[in-house]
């Protein structure tokens, strides 16, 4: 079988569930133990690779050597130039200077399979704007480059750099098509593929490169009305985009399989290096609409893949495989929390499954689908029966025809026949959902912890997020914030029509990041419905968002400035009438604290007093793991919506 291993526990457990303030000691007694094949690291880690540095965020993973395999050397970078080391030597093989203005960085960078050449990209960032970040002290200041819609963006060029001689070959690729990120080197090591993409992500070219030459031929291009795959293929994505698996390349039979939503719904398809298509692997009607593909068994010739294939819990994941060779499709699992799988190196399926109230457990299946065993499950003994109070709702949209999910956490104690202030956790940018809690769910541990202190917290995707198709996920396309709340609105009416225990009355809402703008938007647009907002580094207006909106909008602001200008809030600011507080750190390079204190210059400017500006200093953008935000944000919710 070879699937490629995938490292759930080193994911999931260190980036997610440290991300937030909930009781780290409880996840790792639930956690405790588990089974090697969870802890497999990549095939470029080596635990003695070096640190670099920060990843493309400071919130993100860190920047580590690359190592290869074949040869036992190290690629990485220092003060700006690439460097090659063998193992055992601290010493560089070779140390290779980036062209004037330019500086290396080994992201993204792949070595060869015989581990002779690595191709590595080199920055242009000089044209970019920089931010200020305040680390741990007022006086130590670092200025970051960052990009905002309509902004100059770096420019990337990658190169085929010789492992020996430092002698480097330029890729060829057309510029128009800024956002480039290498795939996977053939076995051969002659040829690798890298994906571009235009700025609005409306076409997708898939490149073969020659590895002598650097010459590269588009194998594969699709274009789209709106945008394609979307924020995985921004810059500084490209670990996302591998990880998404939006193309398995079957070297050994000159063939790939391509992930699109062509149809209006993810499938798979498979094609020739010459880039035909051979024919599709998925449809809709036999297995929904596919998630991923999680990997190719070449022994038996089949594409395993997840999907949601029950429209009546559209979040709830399936395990599939279809055959290359025949047109076969079947299920290997339908059990319920599945989140993923990975295999072994004996044929066998291990999939994870996560699922509230207690449900942790990774179980082995034949490749045929046959249960054979439970390999590990998690311990909940620090976790009593009742810990969790939830329920998954779905509800109809403002059309009254879309149905729309949602997820419900309530009091421990609930009391049916008492009132219940109501507080709405948003993040609402298409590229996410909030309504599929399982114990992975960075926000759930501490959106429990409020549910306990007396509220019901409602979680909503409504139209316009992902996971339910090309129209539903773009709803909101060019026109962000201007639509998607209604929904919001009428789910929370809906829910409390058969739960008299939630007070319309008193409705708060949160939310951070993308979140944070909805839940300003939520407080302008409906001030009457809101009564208490708790926003965490807030991006304010789309036309100043991160080039990230620029696809979800369509238009860069030049061209399209009136569209902006529907979607900006900072003008609708005198439409407030809820207490508001607003949390930022001064190490944030996602969204800038400047986004912040942009908004509280505009609420002083009309006169509004009724906020609360807290600024955690040396916090990057996930402000949340500050041990003052939760009992601050809990005291915030009781002030304004208990007493």
């Known amino acids: 079988m070879n699937i490629k291993k995938q490292n759930y526990l080193l994911i999931i457990g260190t980036v997610l569930l440290s991300s937030l303030s909930f009781s780290q000691p409880m996840m790792n007694q639930i956690m405790e133990s588990p089974p090697e094949v969870m802890m497999q690291p990549g095939e470029d880690w ?40 063998t193992l055992g030597s601290d010493k560089f093989d070779i140390s290779i200077k980036p062209n004037e203005g330019l500086y290396w960085d080994i992201d993204n960078a792949t070595w060869s399979p015989d581990g002779q050449h690595l191709v ?166 036999e297995n929904g609409i596919v998630a991923e593909a999680r990997g190719y068994d070449k022994k038996n010739d089949y594409i395993y893949f997840t999907a949601y294939s029950n429209p009546e819990q559209p979040y709830s994941m399936q395990v599939f495989k279809s055959s290359l060779s025949s047109n076969s499709i079947h299920k290997i699992s339908d059990s319920s929390g599945i989140m993923d799988f990975v295999s072994s190196k004996n044929d066998t399926l291990w999939i994870l499954r996560a699922e509230l109230p207690k449900l ?74 909030v309504a599929n809690m399982n114990f992975f769910s960075p926000w759930l541990w501490d959106l429990n912890i409020l549910a306990k202190q007396g509220f019901i ?52 809402i949160m939310g951070h990041s993308w979140g944070g703008h909805f839940a300003l938007r939520a407080l302008v647009e409906f001030p009457d419905f809101y009564k208490a907002g708790h926003i965490n580094a807030p991006a304010i207006d789309p036309e100043n968002f991160r080039v990230a909106v620029e696809p979800f909008m369509g238009c860069l602001p030049e061209n399209c400035p009136e569209l902006y200008k529907k979607s900006r809030i900072s003008d609708k600011l005198n439409r407030l009438k809820a207490p508001l507080m607003i949390v930022h750190g001064t190490a944030d390079d996602d969204v800038p604290i400047d986004d912040s204190y942009f908004l509280v210059e505009k609420l002083k400017n009309i006169g509004y007093k009724n906020y609360e500006f807290i600024e955690y200093q040396g916090m990057d953008h996930i402000v949340m793991r500050n041990p003052e935000w939760k009992p601050s944000m809990i005291q915030f919710f009781s002030d304004h919506l208990q007493n």
């Not at 395999?69 to 130039?81: D, I, L, M, R």
């Not at 129209?471 to 809906?494: T, W």
């Open 457 to 508: 917290v409602v979680c909503i995707d409504g139209r316009g997020t992902e996971g339910r198709g090309k129209a539903f996920n773009d709803f909101s396309y060019g026109k962000l914030g201007q639509v998607e709340l209604l929904d919001h609105v009428e789910a929370i009416k809906q829910l409390a029509e058969n739960r008299s225990y939630m007070n319309l009355e008193k409705v708060g």
């Open 46 to 85: 080596h635990p003695e690779a070096k640190h670099l540095g920060p990843g493309f965020f400071l919130h993100n993973r860190p920047q580590f050597e690359v190592y290869s395999k074949s040869n036992q050397v190290f690629a990485g970078t220092e003060q700006g130039n690439l460097y090659f080391r």
């Open 120 to 285: 590595v990209k080199q920055i242009d960032d000089r044209n970019v704007k920089k931010i200020k970040l305040t680390m741990a002290t007022p006086e130590d200041v670092v200025y970051k480059p960052y990009f905002r819609a309509g902004e100059p963006i770096p420019i990337y060029q990658y190169y085929i750099v010789n492992v020996k001689t430092g002698e480097k070959i330029v890729v060829d690729y057309d510029p128009e098509y800024p956002y480039v990120h290498i795939m996977e080197w053939n076995s051969d090591s002659s040829s690798f593929f890298m994906i571009a993409s235009d700025r609005l992500m409306k076409q997708i070219n898939l490149l073969h490169v020659n590895s002598e030459t650097g010459k590269s031929s588009i194998i594969l291009s699709e274009q789209s009305d709106t945008y394609l795959v979307g924020l995985n293929l921004l810059q500084g994505y490209s670990n996302r985009l591998k990880d998404m698996n939006l193309i398995t390349f079957i070297d050994h039979k000159q063939q790939f399989i391509w992930l699109s939503d062509r149809s209006g719904y993810k499938q798979l398809y498979l094609y020739g290096y010459d880039g035909q298509l051979i024919r599709p692997l998925t449809n809709k009607t």
């Open 360 to 433: 942790l457990k990774l179980d082995c299946f034949s490749p045929e689908g046959q249960f054979l065993n439970t390999a590990w499950q998690g311990n909940f003994s620090s976790i009593g029966n009742n810990y969790f109070n939830f329920e998954f709702a779905t509800v109809k949209a403002v059309d009254q025809k879309t149905n729309i999910q949602a997820f419900v956490l309530k009091p421990t104690d609930l009391d049916p026949n008492k009132s219940y202030p109501v507080v709405e956790y948003i993040y609402g940018a298409p590229f996410n959902n």
